[in-house]
Nanobody, 127 residues
Framework: QVQLEESGGGSVQAGGSLRLSCAAS????????MAWFRQAPGKEREGVAF???????TYAESVKGRFAISKDNVKNTLYLQMNSLQPEDTAMYYC?????????????????????WGQGTQVTVAS
């Protein structure tokens, strides 16, 4: 059974940085389609960064140039480096993954149809 566990959230001042980590278990994630989503109270869920099976990366416009997604295939860990954080980045951040047995190209990876979700880690940015 695939399990995802996020860590690294916290509270920072605007302009600060945080790095989120997601420890994945229960499968081989080298070729997995994985992503980070976020959801703030009263707002729709947003996919902020995706990495497809080939390693191609897609960012939401709202975080492009500030956030960086990466994956360590040896450690089975997904990361999200977040720089220049703003109050509007305040949200619960979730690590997600699709089936580890399927090869997903970018077009099939960048959507909201993810089978596995972590519990989330809270990020709060103060102005």
């Amino acid at each position: 059974q695939v399990q995802l566990e996020e860590s690294g959230g916290g509270s920072v001042q605007a302009g600060g940085s945080l790095r989120l980590s997601c420890a994945a278990s229960g499968g081989t994630f080298r070729g997995a389609c994985m992503a980070w989503f976020r959801q703030a109270p009263g707002k729709e869920r947003e996919g902020v960064a995706f990495i497809d099976s080939a390693g191609s990366i897609t960012y939401a416009e709202s975080v492009k140039g500030r956030f960086a997604i990466s994956k360590d295939n040896v450690k089975n860990t997904l990361y999200l480096q977040m720089n220049s954080l703003q109050p509007e980045d305040t949200a619960m951040y979730y690590c997600v993954a699709k089936s580890v047995w399927v090869w997903y190209v970018r077009a099939d990876c960048v959507n909201e149809d993810f089978a596995y979700w972590g519990q989330g880690t809270q990020v709060t940015v103060a102005s």
